[in-house]
């Protein structure tokens, strides 16, 4: 299963809380220039934004032009006013937030559902214009098996339920989820035809 290290861990946390405080104060923040190793990778990811135990916003980003640390810069202040579904944060929410990041291993196609191990596996489906991504810990949290799993990502997609039957393309996915209060919550993910998306 894919893993960040734990200062990599808490260097993307940092960066993520950092990012959105600079930008919501109108300042600049200036990133570390990371040329090597882990966090310079290109890593698909998604930075959620939780009050309490409500979602605040989140946005992901499949497809990065941009090294993991500062695509974890960008994906966090889109979460913070770029999700369409929340009013965008102030300032003084701030100190009442925890950032929470799913960085997502390379998809792999799936060729037969099989494949899939609940709990271990995230799923993308796509179809034409069409794509849904649910994370590994939706399944388990919701007690789906395989095909409701796939059932569920079509739906996030905008698509019939069965469609995974019936010409989408399947992949699978593991992914590194932490948050600042190390609560690992299930976010169902909606992807669309853009690079960045929302839950």
């Not at 590994?136 to 990502?153: I, K």
Request: overall charge negative.
């Amino acid at each position: 299963m894919f893993q960040l290290s734990d200062p990599g861990q808490r260097t993307l946390l940092g960066i993520a809380r950092e990012s959105v405080h600079s930008f919501l104060q109108g300042s600049a923040l200036a990133l570390p220039e990371i040329e090597s190793g882990e966090l310079a990778e290109l890593r698909a990811l998604f930075v959620s934004i939780h009050s309490g135990e409500e979602l605040r916003g989140c946005v992901g980003n499949l497809y990065p032009a941009s090294p993991l640390f500062r695509s974890t810069g960008d994906c966090a202040i889109s979460a913070a006013v770029g999700d369409p579904r929340f009013a965008p944060l102030a300032l003084s929410e701030l100190p009442n937030v925890t950032f929470e990041i799913s960085v997502l291993s390379p998809m792999e196609r799936i060729r037969d559902v099989s494949e899939i191990e609940i709990g271990e596996h995230g799923v993308l489906v796509a179809k034409g214009r069409h794509r849904g991504l649910l994370l590994p810990q939706v399944a388990p949290q919701y007690g789906w098996d395989r095909e409701r799993f796939l059932e569920e990502t079509c739906r996030k997609a905008g698509l019939n339920a069965q469609d995974w039957k019936d010409g989408a393309t399947l992949s699978r996915f593991t992914a590194a989820v932490f948050s600042e209060n190390h609560v690992y919550d299930s976010e169902i993910l909606n992807v669309g035809p853009t690079t960045s998306t929302h839950t």
